[in-house]
C-alpha cells in the first residue's frame, strides 16, 4: 500500500502561481510513476501531468504544457506540481497519484493504470 497526502490548494486570482505537493508513504519502492489529475465539477477526472523512470521523464496535457511543471525529491518521497499563469478553466479537484504498471507507451496518461490515490486539494482560480 503507498498513502498520498495533497497538500498546496487554495483560491487564486487568473495569472497567479501555486505548488501542490504530494507527499508519499508506504511501500513507495513500488512506484514507477508518479501523476497529477485533476476533476472539475460535471468533469470526468482528467491527466495533467505525470513524471516516471531514472531519468524523471514528464508528460504533460497540452491545456497545461508551459505552465505546470511536474517535479520529484526522491529523498522526501515527495513529487510537486507548480503552475504558473494559472486560468479559471484550471479550477478543480487535484489528485496525486501512484502508478505500479511498467510504461507500454501511454500507460501513465489513463487514470485506470494509476493504483493508489489522494484524498485531493481544491484549487480555485478566480476571472
Known amino acids: 500500500q503507498v498513502q498520498l497526502v495533497e497538500s498546496g490548494g487554495g483560491l487564486v486570482q487568473t495569472g497567479d502561481s501555486l505548488r501542490l505537493s504530494c507527499a508519499a508513504s508506504?511501500?513507495?519502492?513500488?512506484?514507477?510513476?508518479l501523476g497529477w489529475f485533476r476533476q472539475a465539477p460535471g468533469n470526468e477526472r482528467e491527466f495533467v501531468a505525470a513524471i516516471f523512470g531514472r531519468i524523471e521523464a514528464t508528460i504533460y496535457a497540452e491545456s497545461v504544457k508551459g505552465r505546470f511543471t511536474i517535479l520529484r525529491d526522491d529523498v522526501q518521497n515527495t513529487v510537486y506540481l507548480q503552475m504558473n499563469s494559472l486560468k479559471p478553466e484550471d479550477t478543480a479537484v487535484y489528485y496525486c497519484?501512484?502508478?505500479?504498471?511498467?510504461?507500454?507507451?501511454?500507460?501513465?496518461?489513463?487514470?485506470?493504470?494509476?493504483?493508489?490515490w489522494g484524498q485531493g486539494t481544491q484549487v480555485t482560480v478566480s476571472s
Open positions: 508506504g511501500r513507495t519502492a513500488s512506484t514507477n510513476a
Open positions: 497519484a501512484v502508478s505500479t504498471r511498467t510504461n507500454t507507451g501511454g500507460t501513465y496518461y489513463h487514470a485506470n493504470n494509476y493504483a493508489y
